[in-house]
Nanobody, 123 residues
């Protein structure tokens, strides 16, 4: 069974930074496309970023491009999301997910999900 457990969320002031971590057990991050999604209260889940399982593709939603960085340490079986210049509109529960597809932005194509970690950005 593949398990993902996010950590690193918290409360931060606008302009600050956070680094989310997502260690994966029961599977190797190198064999999955890894993605980050978020869901704000009253809103639908939205795509944030993804890194393809064979490398070569690192992709971001326009709303976070230039501020967030997704990375993967296959030796530690962990994926990260470095979030800089945070804005109040980044407030959401952030989810890590794993897909067996070569690359996808669509949440429906992700096979495994973590439980989420809350990120709150105050103005």
């Amino acid at each position: 069974q593949v398990l993902l457990v996010e950590s690193g969320g918290g409360l931060v002031q606008a302009g600050g930074s956070l680094r989310l971590s997502c260690p994966v057990s029961g599977g190797a991050t190198a064999t999955y496309t890894m993605g980050w999604f978020r869901q704000a209260p009253g809103k639908e889940r939205e795509y944030v970023a993804a890194i393809a399982r064979r490398g070569g593709i690192i992709d971001y939603a326009d709303s976070v491009k230039g501020r967030f960085t997704i990375s993967r340490d296959n030796a530690k079986n962990t994926v990260y999301l470095q979030m800089n210049s945070l804005k109040p509109e980044d407030t959401a529960v952030y989810y890590c997910a794993a897909s067996q597809r070569d690359f996808t932005r669509m949440g429906i194509n992700y096979d495994y999900w973590g439980q989420g970690t809350q990120v709150t950005v105050s103005s």
